[in-house]
């Protein structure tokens, strides 16, 4: 057993404590190292950006759609007419409005949030925190990160030949921005939007842990990073039975009554595997939400984020679009090869162009085993994802974005700006056990310096000068930000607690080793 902070005879600053027993532990935690991915950058983990073409699926999983909808033909197609209809009219409402869908709060203003901002929350899935950090620290966490890149020119990148996105994780200024006070209490404000209809449910949304990404810094002109509509989380495993089916996340889906899925459901998601097949890059822990701090002043069309405001709709559109062929328009069954102008135009799109096929095809449009899931306006017609995207608003540095966890999403094809357009990608993640399994095998990469579990291998930071180390980490940061990175233990004797909170404490805890 061992233990890197105690919370029980924790000061203020635990930098002192570690200090004392950090040799033991520090050797403790490097023999708990982990097998890490094979090594690979961020185009590894989507099919558009490695080159990969979208091919029919092995016949398993013709078996596996053909079991999903088997005995509810019917209803299936009926919901699919209903939300087709839903899809016409919100659309053009998302169009006219632009970037004004897109919710936003100061962030001093997230203890009494108004029901206005909740309510377009809970809809759109997304949302914007104004100052969660200041402009100047933001920027000094810029300049050191410059700093670090500068100093270890053998950082891995995408693409190789002008950088834009960077492999590094345990720079300084992305440990102090995740562990930084306003960061967690913005990630626990954006969590309490979901909820568990187990309230025995061991999950806390109020103690986030650190999942450790990477970070963007995207240069005027760039074109090469231009990563279309996408969902993270899986792709295939949004289908499978042993990936979201574990929790029967869409199961209202799969019955046709779509409008009774609940994105912000919980505890179905607990089961989920959503990596089924060792992607690099596939994300293996529960996040909420998807993030990033903003480094920079960056507005649309300058390197930034798209996302499309549809959330639940949008995520039962791509369920069971692969369910469906049009009578009319195309080639074959399973593919879509339409022109654009077939595709655009109103019969196409009609209801009573597109039958639930009678057999269903191997074809999961935009699935890849291994890969994110991807989304076209070829592959997705109804979504018109041409004008649904919505551009992030204009950001300054210290804003936070964050989007739910199913919302379809993608950056600037072309970074038309004229400054960088860089950011911390910094999700937002409860505290599970499977999540503090996460973090166990991610403090053990930290040690090391190797490249955090979700993200491809290979020796990463382990020889960068200026690397933060475990020692230091906890005399930087406060005691919450350390046991947001598995560095101190959780207080489950903390007031105020529900019992599924103080077990998952409990739980997290001794997965930690902080007792047995």
């Not at 409860?430 to 095998?441: I, M, Q, V």
């Amino acid at each position: 057993m061992f233990g890197l902070l105690r919370h029980r005879c924790l000061p203020k600053s635990a930098g002192g404590l570690f200090a004392s027993r950090a040799p033991l532990q520090y050797r403790a935690l490097q023999a708990q190292a982990q097998v890490s991915k094979r090594e690979g950058d961020i185009s590894d983990a989507f099919a558009s950006l490695s080159g990969q073409e979208f091919t029919p699926l092995t016949p398993e999983y013709a078996e596996l759609k053909t079991r999903l909808i088997q005995g509810r033909e019917d209803l299936i197609r009926q919901s699919w007419e209903r939300l087709l209809k839903d899809l016409r009219e919100e659309i053009p409402l998302i169009v006219e409005q632009g970037s004004k869908i897109i919710p936003q709060i100061d962030f001093k203003d997230v203890d009494d949030a108004p029901e206005a901002f909740s309510q377009e929350l809970r809809k759109r899935g997304v949302a914007v925190i104004r100052g969660v950090v200041s402009q100047q620290e933001a920027l000094g966490w810029k300049e050191d990160l410059r700093q670090y890149i500068r100093q270890n020119p053998q950082t891995k990148a995408f693409p190789p030949e002008n950088p834009q996105v960077f492999e590094l994780y345990w720079s300084r200024a992305q440990l102090l921005a995740r562990a930084h006070p306003n960061m967690l209490k913005a990630q626990r404000f954006l969590m309490s939007y979901w909820h568990s209809s187990n309230p025995e449910t061991p999950i806390s949304t109020r103690h986030p842990i650190s999942y450790c990404d990477r970070l963007r810094m995207r240069l005027p002109g760039d074109a090469r990073f231009a990563l279309g509509p996408h969902v993270d989380g899986g792709s295939v495993e949004r289908w499978d039975e042993r990936g979201y089916g574990l929790g029967k996340v869409y199961d209202n889906v799969w019955k046709g009554e779509w409008e009774q899925f609940d994105p912000w459901e919980a505890s179905c998601r607990l089961p989920v595997e959503s990596d089924l097949h060792q992607g690099v890059g596939a994300c293996t822990a529960f996040r909420m939400f998807q993030g990033w701090l903003s480094l920079s002043q960056t507005g649309p069309f300058e390197g930034t984020l798209l996302v499309n405001p549809l959330l639940a709709k949008a995520t039962a559109y791509y369920l069971l679009r692969p369910f469906f062929s049009p009578k009319r328009g195309i080639d074959s069954p399973g593919a879509q090869t339409a022109s654009e102008a077939i595709t655009e135009s109103a019969s196409f799109l009609d209801a009573d162009n597109w039958e639930l096929d009678a057999r269903q095809s191997s074809w999961i449009q935009g699935a890849t085993p291994g890969r994110g899931q991807e989304l076209s306006h070829l592959l997705h017609p109804h979504l018109h994802l041409a004008k649904s995207m919505i551009h992030m608003p204009t950001v300054q540095p210290g804003d936070y974005v964050a989007w739910h966890c199913d919302t379809i999403h993608a950056v600037d094809r072309i970074h038309k700006g004229a400054a960088d357009s860089s950011v911390l990608y910094i999700p937002a993640c409860p505290l599970t056990e499977d999540n503090a399994k996460y973090l166990a095998t991610q403090r053990s990469m930290f040690v090391q310096g190797t490249p955090s579990p979700d993200f491809g291998g290979g020796v990463g930071e382990s020889a960068h000068v200026g690397r933060v180390g475990a020692r230091e980490m906890v005399e930087l940061v406060q005691v919450e930000g350390a046991r947001a990175m598995g560095l101190a233990e959780w207080d489950s004797a903390e007031e105020g607690l529900s019992g599924a909170e103080r077990e998952v404490l409990d739980r997290a805890n001794k997965v930690l080793r902080f007792y047995d």
